[in-house]
Structure formats: structure tokens, C-alpha cells
């Protein structure tokens, strides 16, 4: 049995934009669970294609669960095989990726489609589809149901890393990440803090001023 994911998302960028992205996604705050990509083989076919393959490292932990079932040595990185094929006369963009490690564990294999958006020649649309297997007797369902939660989970960090690369291409500034975003609110709070604790010392200086002249005037 093999679990399914069928999904499309849209990137309010030409398909220009998006192809040359592509290439330079990582680094990106989103992506830090990319260690390193590679491009292992590159050609222009005689219709001019461009064919790519990369090979990425990913970091893979493993459920807690699933830990119990491997040696304690079992490598937690992922290899990653990226084939694509570029179309730049019809402007499409196929990509299909596939883990060569942890086979045995589970196999997730992924398909996407970049295509001008039919209602906007402005924007991009993305059709994605997955297929998510495993082998491991007796849990391989639950295999399955983790690894397409984890997918799901990347897509989302996959579109707004695109978006902040796409934002830095363009000269715009790139939305922030909920890390930077609550570092800055962090820091606002504490200067507020302090601005009103140095407030309310320099009001009670000023009262206890007020109070020790007024008692001179009665002496």
C-alpha cells in the first residue's frame, strides 16, 4: 500500500522568476534541514532542455518509535536524487525527487510540475504530487502516515522559502521568519520594560523631592 499526496500551490512570481529561484533556494531560514546539494550531471538536449540531476543531504529524525527499530549508528542524514527537466519554450519545469538511503524504512517520492498560472501569465502554479511507501513489516502503515505528515510539513517550508527567495531577487524585503519575528517582539517588550522602569524611578525621584521640600517648609 502506498500513500498519495496530490496537491497545487501558487507563487505570485513569472515563471522567469520562479526558474531562477529555483537554483538558488538554499540557503533560506525555512531550509535548515537542507545540508548540502551537489549537481552531479547537466546537459542542453538537441530540442534545448536543460536535464539536471543534484544529489541534496537532508537531516531525517526519525520518529522515537522508529528509532527503537534501527542500530543507534544508522546515519540520520537522507540523500536525495533531484532529476528536472526544463522546457524554457513551453515554460514548464518537471522535477522528480527520490531518498537512495533508508529505502528499507521508507521511500518517498515526489513529482512537481512549474507551469505559468492559466488565470495569471504573471504568477506560477506548482502541481505536486507524492508517493510515500515503506517495506518495514508490521508498521509500515505507520510509516507511511509519518512520513506523509513530514511531507506535508515540508511543503510548507518549501513555499515560503521559495517566497523569501523570491522577495530577495526581486529587491523586496523578505518576509520574516516567526523566529526573527518573536525575537524582535522579545525585544521591544524588554525595551518597554525598561523605559517604563526607569519611568516610574524617575516619578518616584521626583515625588520623594516634592515630599522632603514640603516638609522643610514646615520645620
Not at 25 to 44: A, C, G, Q
Not at 144 to 168: C, D, H, P, W
Request: with cysteine; hydrophobic share 40%; charged share 25%.
Amino acid at each position: 500500500m502506498v500513500k498519495y499526496f496530490l496537491g497545487q500551490s501558487v507563487l505570485r512570481s513569472s515563471w522567469d522568476q520562479v526558474f531562477a529561484a529555483f537554483w538558488q533556494r538554499y540557503p533560506n531560514p525555512y531550509s535548515k534541514h537542507v545540508l548540502t546539494e551537489d549537481i552531479v550531471h547537466r546537459e542542453v538536449t538537441p530540442d534545448q532542455k536543460l536535464l539536471s540531476r543534484r544529489l541534496l543531504t537532508k537531516t531525517n529524525r526519525m520518529p522515537r518509535w522508529a528509532e527503537r527499530l534501527f542500530p543507534a549508528n544508522v546515519a540520520h542524514s537522507v540523500y536525495i536524487l533531484e532529476d528536472s527537466v526544463v522546457d524554457p519554450q513551453n515554460q514548464t519545469m518537471t522535477t522528480f525527487t527520490w531518498n537512495i538511503n533508508h529505502a528499507r524504512l521508507m521511500v518517498v517520492e515526489e513529482r512537481c510540475v512549474y507551469r505559468v498560472n492559466a488565470d495569471n501569465s504573471g504568477w506560477t502554479e506548482i502541481h505536486r504530487e507524492a508517493w510515500v511507501s515503506s517495506n518495514l513489516f508490521g508498521v509500515s502503515r505507520a510509516v507511511q502516515e509519518f512520513g506523509l505528515a513530514r511531507f506535508k510539513s515540508n511543503v510548507t517550508k518549501t513555499m515560503k522559502g521559495f517566497e523569501y527567495i523570491l522577495a530577495k531577487l526581486q529587491g523586496e524585503a523578505p518576509s520574516k521568519t516567526l523566529v526573527e519575528t518573536a525575537k524582535e517582539a522579545t525585544e521591544k517588550a524588554k525595551e518597554t520594560a525598561l523605559a517604563a522602569t526607569e519611568k516610574a524611578k524617575d516619578l518616584a525621584s521626583k515625588a520623594a523631592t516634592k515630599k522632603q521640600q514640603q516638609q522643610q517648609q514646615f520645620v
